[in-house]
Structure formats: structure tokens, C-alpha cells
């Protein structure tokens, strides 16, 4: 799907675990940008998208890849301290949500982890 090897593997771990697909709701304009929601209640609990590395204040001028996640609320800037690869949300509500850049130097784990977060917190 993707160049990077990290996001295949969210992707797939989304997919096997929680039984959702990659929705590609802006081919035209976004379409590395793929949404994935509940099946019942259709909430979104995860968004996997390449942007501009300058989006979330790097200096590098690269093109990234990314996963947003929902987390617990008002805590996404204090969480967002506590790793360089972890931010207030690009492009969604940063009181909500974090951004995460999917580089490899965030264990896969660590990612599992805050997607099964995002996805009880976005079963409400």
C-alpha cells in the first residue's frame, strides 16, 4: 500500500484486530489519507495520512507518514511531551486527539496500545 514498512504493519493490525478497512474518503485531493472507523456506530478511532513533516513544527521539509488517534481529553499536550514522535493532532482537534509519526522509532507496540485506546474512547 505504502512505502513505509511501520504503517503496513498499523494497517494490517488495524484490519485483523478491529475488523476495519482503510476508507479513502479524498482520493482526489488527500490520497494517502485513510480513515478507519467502528463498524457499528461508524466513528472515526483512527486516521493513517502523509503530510508535510513542517505540519507538526519539524524543520524537515520531507513528507511523513502519520496516524491520528483519539485520546483522552485534555491531555493530548501533556502526553505529546513525553515522546518526539508523539503531537497534539494534526489537522484535528488537538484537545482530543494525537498525532503520531510513524517513522519506526515508536515501537509497534506503543502504537497498538494507543490505537486500542482510541478505539474504546471512540466507542462512546
Do not use: C
Not at 499536550?77 to 494534526?90: K, L, M, V
Request: glycine share 2%; net charge neutral.
Amino acid at each position: 500500500m505504502r512505502k513505509n514498512t511501520q504503517i503496513d504493519i498499523i494497517i494490517e493490525h488495524i484490519k485483523s484486530e478491529y475488523g476495519a478497512s482503510p476508507e479513502f474518503l479524498w482520493p482526489d485531493r488527500y490520497p494517502d489519507y485513510a480513515v478507519f472507523r467502528h463498524r457499528d456506530n461508524k466513528k472515526w478511532f483512527a486516521l493513517v495520512a502523509t503530510i508535510a513533516a513542517t505540519s507538526l513544527g519539524l524543520k524537515d521539509d520531507k513528507q511523513i507518514d502519520v496516524i491520528n488517534l483519539k485520546f483522552d481529553k485534555n491531555q493530548t499536550y501533556d502526553f505529546a511531551e513525553t515522546s518526539d514522535h508523539i503531537f497534539p493532532a494534526y489537522h484535528m482537534n488537538k484537545n482530543n486527539w494525537i498525532t503520531i509519526w510513524l517513522d519506526g522509532k515508536l515501537s509497534d507496540e506503543m502504537v497498538f496500545k494507543l490505537i486500542r485506546k482510541s478505539y474504546l474512547l471512540s466507542d462512546k
